[in-house]
């Protein structure tokens, strides 16, 4: 009889497996506790709604009845949502790659009773392909060496997890962010974070744009650190900001190469195939030219290029979240699949590949409709940036739509209390740092660029519990010795750097410089491994490089929303900025709410006002003016 049990799940991805011939279950102690009692394996498949191999080896695998009965009868099968359950997702992922380094979605591990990993890899076929076995054959040789083998299965499983659990320990000592503890952080320097570019000068394909070959994928947070280099003006890494310090004297010449890369890249991305029709920016593309997309949209891909993108290519992206991901309160969508019903076929990509106008009679492809707290936060951060950078009231009013959405559903006198939610309710996974980093940056900076006090405070309350670690560890993981935390992903800003980013401008806005040297422990570890290897750590170099430019607090003043000074700051972001926008009003409320930077700032309306490690420069009354003092830089 089928015992599955993922219908009344609040993921989308779960439910899609609800009516599979497999007796699923959710992550969690029951399903061990039953493995533990059966004496079985336990196979845990993960993967996510808009995952098109999922799909493919749901199809072919997971709805077979056959294979069904096998599960049912020598595992404990278990589904889960990579996006619900990011912590999970992490711990598994670390564990299979000890088997292999092809890793993705769909993801298939199989584990003892007490959540070791003893075997994992991605996808398997229904039949042998190449070197590629079959599910069959997979689930057969498992099944053989925990019955004939288990002191090699067993002593396998101890080996990885306590691999996993000494580098896990190795990076809480490392960081010891709750405390304060340990040495003072020691950050790659100047000169080293930007030699990067010159790294990733050498993989820029040239012909193509991006970087290296199949597959492309647009990488936000490497276009991020590009953008941070270009728009760095001291260049040499002394902090003199002449471009000729003891350094290489080349600085100048790394920012417009940095930009180079960056403006390639954006263009790639903008005019191939990687880009629909109505804005929205595709996963990745399958070939080196950028064409054959993957099709699913993600919205932490289309987010991250906000803050990177021109106007014409942001407007789309914003048109996309809009028209697509937006539910009617405000919040986004996790993403949209790649595949449709067509004529009564289950294809992948050709509705994207009809024009516009052919699209609009048939349905379009599923919405995975979760509703996640950090990805929401990385929207808010980039409809904020993109929308103060070209006075684009709408992208402001996206972002606000969705801060006060998030603010209502997940979060609770200041402390996120729900990571990911649907129409059906909110899911049970614990808020973790992705949650908690991402929302507060993105919080803090809506209130920068619309002087909205009430989003900072909040930002400010979701901090100080990021900095205290505030987070659940899932039981099973917890036992097992195999709680990983947050891993560097490429795709996706880092919720560990977002928290670190956003700690260092609560530095600026309140004075406060234990803000600032809990930033430079967060990301330490992490930029001084991307020196060496920046996919995947270049949000960390970003981060690390800000921190060590003279602080510059910008603060404008001005009642008229068309007042010449708001356009001025427009372009002063930089790493080692800090741009706010008030009105006078605005202004005596940040000041009574504890952020010391807009003390007194409310008397002159317009005004502008330059600090440079919170020395200020007199009020500058005149676009002009402004502009002078904020090309005047500071040793």
Known sequence: MNDNRLGASVSPYLRLHADNPVDWREWGPDAFAEARERDVPVMVSVGYATCHWCHVMARESFADPEVGALLRQEFVAVKVDREERPDVDASLMASASAFTQQLGWPLTTFLTPDGHVFFAGTYFPPAPVAQVPSFRQITGAVLDAWKDRRHEVDANASAIATAIRQGAEADATARSVAD??????????????????????????????????????????????????????????????????????????????????????????????????????????????????????????????????????????????????????????????????????????????????????????????????????????????????????????????????????????????????TSRGASTAPPTIEDVGLLAEGLLELALVTGSVRHAVVARSLIDDGLAGRFDVDPVLAAAGTATGEQPQTALRSGTVALAAASATLAALTGDASYRAAAARLVADRAATGTERPLGHADALGVALALQRPSREVVVVASDPADPLRAAVRGARRPGTVVAVVTPVQATAWAEAGFELFEARDALDPAGYVCHDRVCALPARSSDELAAQLSTRLA
Do not use: C
């Open 180 to 421: 304060g503890g340990g040495d003072e952080p020691r950050l790659p320097a100047v000169d080293s974070i930007r030699a990067v570019t010159d790294q990733l000068a050498r993989a820029e394909d040239t012909t193509y744009g991006g970087f290296g070959g199949a597959p492309k994928f647009p990488s936000a947070p490497l276009l991020e650190f590009l953008a941070d280099v270009a728009a760095d003006g001291d260049s040499d890494g002394d902090g003199d900001g002449d471009g000729e310090g003891e350094g290489d004297g080349d600085g100048t010449d790394t920012a417009d190469q940095a930009a180079g890369l960056l403006d390639r890249s954006l263009h790639a991305i903008r005019a191939s195939e990687l880009t629909d029709a109505d804005g929205g920016v595709f996963r990745y593309a399958t070939r080196r030219d950028w064409t054959v997309p993957h099709y699913e949209r993600m919205l932490y891909d289309n987010a991250g290029l906000l803050a990177v993108a021109g106007a014409e290519q942001a407007r789309g992206i914003a048109d996309f979240l809009r028209d697509t991901l937006r539910r009617e309160d405000g919040a986004f969508v996790a993403a949209q699949d790649s595949e449709s019903t067509i004529d009564g076929r289950r294809v992948e990509g050709e509705w994207y590949r009809l024009p516009l106008d052919e699209r609009a009679r048939l349905d379009p492809p599923p919405l995975d409709d979760q509703v996640l707290t950090g990805w929401n936060g990385l929207a808010i951060r980039g409809l904020a940036i993109a929308g103060a950078r070209y006075g684009d009231a709408e992208m402001l009013e996206l972002a606000r739509g969705a801060a006060d959405a998030l603010l209502a559903a997940h979060v609770v006198d200041g402390h996120v209390t729900v990571r990911s939610s």
